[in-house]
């Protein structure tokens, strides 16, 4: 097995069990009450997005490697107590913490990871390899979830037992992937002053802020909001499950896709992403506006390749602006930006006794549409690179597609 292949295997396994628990919620509805439940699915947040940003400095700092190995652990750990915490809110919040450490821990380092060992594989391999970890763990963990909560015993239980020993299968095989951290245990500090330029570039900011939170906003507003707006009959769990697995998995089928993009740079990914995205928050209109189930598939589709894209052209573009030593802190800075995403299906939620969600869809896929031209507009701009200092290796060139060809690291 090639080497990014285990750690791709490692970040599927973590975003597996993080996202296991979405088609759970309706088996928890049925002891607990809505706001509890919800709160409970919120409460990964709130381990992951500091997550993210600590543990990329540690991987900076220690090597992938020594991060990513507890990462495991904790991922199966918080599978360990979820399965073992029945109706108790604490246990099962303790669980989703967990959950959120270790997705948070692993989502940047990992991203890193797989494209410092994709050297074989051209120009934004890397970042196409790590969507498509991420999204296909993203869409199996509910997907089986959901289908053993719907037809076999202990609904509470059998999923979590399922995601156990796909960790014991997949951590020996990531344990000892190599480590691509030239010299672990070196000060930080000029690592944390190099994001700070990277974050500040104008491509950053004009083409990666903007987009970064429709990654998960589109594939949220999928999987989260439409099964309960447009209920599928006699289904339950599964037709959640199925929405989600169906979201996730077209941002993983994507991927072809986005690599003959690829040879556009970034910038056709992300057009192509976005006029996806434009067409699915139109298609989750009008099927909850009519209650038509049998729109669900197209729009989970088309809002599931609109995550995938935007995933690779956001990733594509932390990598032509990051340097080697830059990559994980930058990485996650950008998660942190998608999962901002989240907060658009509460937002839709919380508005719907004002707004028709079905006019809060409309809106959010004109907005999609606005950043189309928006993006788009002016050239590339060149970074400059002040000298590093001794801490960190020298520059390097573009590691990943560019947005055109006056916009190359």
């Known amino acids: 097995m090639r080497s990014w292949m285990r750690v791709a295997l490692a970040v599927f396994g973590v975003a597996w069990g993080a ?29 992951l997005i500091p997550a993210l940003l600590v543990a990329a400095s540690c991987s900076d700092r220690f090597g992938r490697r020594r991060v990513m190995r507890p990462v495991l652990l904790l991922s199966a750990a918080a599978s360990m107590v979820l399965l073992a915490a029945g109706d108790s809110v604490p246990v099962l919040a303790a669980g989703r913490l967990l959950a959120g450490v270790a997705s948070g821990a692993a989502f940047g ?52 037992v399922v995601h156990l020993l796909l960790m014991a299968t ?64 006699s289904l339950g769990i599964a037709a959640g499950g199925g929405i989600a697995g169906l979201t996730l998995g077209s941002g993983a089928a994507v991927q072809p896709l986005a690599r003959r993009l690829a040879r556009r740079g970034s910038a056709g990914i992300r057009t192509v992403g976005l006029v996806t995205g434009t067409a699915g928050f139109a298609l989750a209109a009008a099927a909850v506006d009519g209650k038509q189930p049998f729109l669900l598939p197209p729009a989970a589709v088309a809002l599931g390749g609109c995550y995938g894209l935007l995933l690779v052209a956001g990733l594509s573009r932390v990598e032509a602006l990051g340097a080697p030593e830059e990559l994980a802190g930058v990485a996650a800075v950008f998660y942190c930006l998608t999962y901002l995403g989240l907060l658009l299906p509460y937002a839709v939620s919380a508005v719907a006794g004002a707004v028709p969600p079905a006019v809060s869809l409309l809106a959010a896929g004109a907005v999609t549409a606005v950043l189309i031209p928006v993006t788009a507009a002016g050239g590339g701009v060149p970074r400059t690179r002040a000298a590093p200092s001794s801490s960190i290796g020298p520059p390097s060139a573009a590691l990943g597609t560019a947005d055109d060809s006056s916009a190359q690291s």
């Open 19 to 47: 996202n296991q628990f979405a088609p759970l919620l309706l088996v928890y509805r049925e002891h607990l009450s809505e706001a509890v439940v919800t709160a409970l699915f919120g409460s990964y947040a709130i381990g």
């Open 109 to 160: 380092p990992g991203s890193a990871w797989i494209k410092e060992l994709s050297a074989d594989g051209g120009p934004g391999a890397g970042a196409r390899r790590a969507a498509l970890a991420l999204s296909a763990g993203f869409g199996g963990g509910p997907l089986v979830a959901a289908a053993l909560a719907q037809w076999l015993p202990a609904p509470d239980v059998l999923p979590y």
């Open 170 to 233: 997949i951590a020996p095989l990531a344990w000892f992937a190599p480590e691509t951290v030239a010299s672990p245990g070196k000060a930080p500090g000029a690592r944390r002053i190099a994001w700070g330029a990277t974050l500040r570039h104008p491509e950053f900011l004009r083409r990666v802020v903007p987009t970064a939170p429709l990654v998960f906003g589109a594939a949220t507003v999928s999987f989260a909001l439409l099964p309960s707006l447009v209920p599928v009959p």
